[in-house]
């Protein structure tokens, strides 16, 4: 009877949508927090490190002085100016401050993007291990994530097979996703890939969704954004913020880039989500553009130290087949012969981790559809002294559950 009240009636697609597994893992690490066991985490995707000093006492003025209304919908012009600088002197992407438009975060940039494209029936490209937002929105959208499995081999890593992204296509394809640097994998793609992927979206006459929100982590070599392809504004909607790079993921901001024609009219759609982002964050996020970087080039660098000791780490355990990643924060081993000896998939073997070594890992199929299903992503934003001890007791798991 109660099952009849209309507040029990919510749209189905909602209810197929899936959650962030990472979330889910966070509270229960918690839990066992609370009952007192030293839990190492290796499942958040935030910097571990707080966000500057700089920044926050910036926030603070600007609350201080009582700036605590709406902005304009698209961002207030000395961050959208901010902001492209920060694209134009690092890529070299010529765009306008009329270009960006500031969203609560990259997630509400890329749902904008994707919402203000797509369409029910529309398919969208997504190379898989993938971060699970870009297929669950097209899906709540009515539009059908198409996802491309990406090669694998311990030496060289991930790739993209173009062919097999090609082959994927029809009338009914309208975007691609690139996330460079690349969430769960640790991949950066090389600029022939990336101008490779861009060739393959103007041949289409497809859209690229370009997630950059990881550009500052890269450890080989300096990164090259897809808006240093001239041409770039006719195909590209791109995504990035403050979230990652300045370690401010519950600030909530982050921007679309676009071409400003089109930005004037997606803007149509922000006002009607979320209004503006907070006017004091805004303030703060100037600050943190134009700032002092020091802490930020000091962060990568602790965190390039946490990826070689992770590294060294996983490559001892016996079965775990380990890539060393050349950006973002992830590590993402392949552990299909481990599963299969002890006969557990992924997810039971990550549960298992964490109720007996209270190590939280994440299992690769929360990186849908399938692809993940043999590996397990770790996020080294923790302390090298977390890393070491996390590996340790991950390492006699193993070895009890081989014997
Ligand atoms: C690839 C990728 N894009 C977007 C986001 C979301 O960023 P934000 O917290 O700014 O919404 C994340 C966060 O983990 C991410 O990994």
Redesign the pocket.
């Known amino acids: 009877m109660s099952q009849n009240k209309p507040i029990n009636h919510i749209n189905p697609v909602i209810s197929e949508l899936k959650g962030e597994k990472?979330f889910l893992y966070i509270e229960r690490a918690k839990q066992l927090a609370s009952k007192g066991y030293k839990v190492i985490s290796f499942g958040v995707?935030?910097p571990d490190i707080p966000t500057p000093d700089h920044i926050i006492d910036k926030a603070k003025e600007a609350l201080d002085n009582k700036v605590t209304g709406y902005t304009e919908t698209n961002g207030i012009k000395g961050l959208r100016e901010a902001i492209t600088e920060y694209l134009n002197n690092r890529y070299n992407a010529q765009a306008d401050p009329d270009d960006i438009i500031v969203t609560t975060?990259?997630?509400?940039a890329?749902f904008l993007a994707i919402a203000s494209y797509i369409k029910p029936g529309d398919k969208i490209l997504i190379p898989e291990p993938s971060?699970p937002?870009y297929g669950e929105v097209a899906r709540f959208l009515g539009a059908q994530p198409i996802y491309i499995k990406m090669d694998f081999d311990q030496y060289n890593g991930f790739r993209i097979d173009i062919d097999k992204l090609e082959e994927a296509i029809d009338s009914r394809t309208k975007m691609i996703v690139l996330?460079n640097p690349h969430?769960p994998t640790g991949k950066v793609f090389t600029w022939e890939e990336v101008k490779e992927i861009f060739q393959l979206a103007v041949d289409n006459n497809m859209l690229i969704l370009a997630?950059e929100?990881?550009d500052n982590f890269t450890y080989e070599k300096t990164f090259k954004s897809i808006l240093s392809i001239p041409e770039w504004k006719d195909y590209v909607l791109y995504?990035n913020?403050?979230?990652?790079t300045f370690s401010m993921?519950g600030w909530?901001?982050?921007y679309l880039a676009v071409k400003k024609d089109i930005a004037r009219s997606l803007t149509r759609l922000a006002v009607n989500i979320y209004s503006c982002a907070p006017s004091f964050v805004q303030v703060a996020g100037i600050e943190a553009l134009k700032g002092d970087w020091d802490p930020i080039y000091k962060m990568i660098e602790e965190f390039r130290v946490r990826r070689d000791t992770l590294y060294n780490e996983l490559s001892n355990i016996p079965g775990f087949k380990v890539w060393k990643p050349e950006g973002a924060f992830y590590m993402f081993p392949k552990i299909d012969e481990i599963l299969n000896s002890i006969e557990m998939d992924v997810e039971r073997f990550v549960e298992y981790l964490l109720d007996k070594h209270h190590v939280v890992t994440l299992p690769g199929t929360a990186f849908p559809d399938k692809a993940g299903d043999t590996f397990i992503r770790f996020s080294y934003a923790t302390s090298v002294e977390d890393i070491k001890e996390g590996a340790k007791r991950i390492k006699k798991a193993v070895e009890e559950l081989l014997k």
């Open positions: 990472g995707g935030q975060g990259a997630k509400t890329l971060y937002a996330n969430n997630d929100i990881y995504v913020g403050f979230s990652k993921t909530r901001l982050g």
